[in-house]
């Protein structure tokens, strides 16, 4: 089992910059592809990005290809989610998550462990 805590949201002005943390506690983070989502106020939750157990197999949602990084740090059980050039329609609350799986697979659903959620707010 994993635990999942999420930080580093908060209120940026359109074309701004955040970077998101998910700290992982638990058994071996290095054996998780690791992914970032994201639910807008009276919208389902949709998925951003995601990190394979392989730190160079990554993938992006269209909407945010070219603006978001995801990367992950297993010395410090981490993954991040650095956020440039930042839109209104950003705005959501963010979650990372977890999922067990073979070394190159970058899985862009059916997550096995969720964090509580980070708020990021993109104003005008």
């Known amino acids: 089992q994993v635990q999942l805590v999420e930080s580093g949201g908060g209120l940026v002005q359109a074309g701004g910059s955040l970077r998101l943390s998910c700290a992982a506690s638990g058994r071996s983070f290095s054996s998780y592809a690791m992914g970032w989502f994201r639910q807008a106020l009276g919208k389902e939750r949709e998925f951003v990005a995601c990190?394979?157990?392989?730190?160079?197999?990554?993938g992006y949602a269209d909407s945010v290809k070219g603006r978001f990084t995801i990367s992950r740090d297993n010395a410090k059980n981490t993954v991040y989610l650095q956020m440039n050039s930042l839109k209104p329609e950003d705005t959501a609350v963010y979650y990372c998550?977890?999922?067990?799986?073979?070394?190159?697979?970058?899985?862009?659903?059916?997550?096995?462990?969720w964090g509580q959620g980070t708020q990021v707010t993109v104003s005008s």
């Open positions: 998550a977890a999922r067990a799986v073979t070394y190159y697979y970058c899985a862009m659903a059916d997550y096995d462990y």
């Open positions: 990190i394979a157990r392989s730190p160079d197999t990554t």
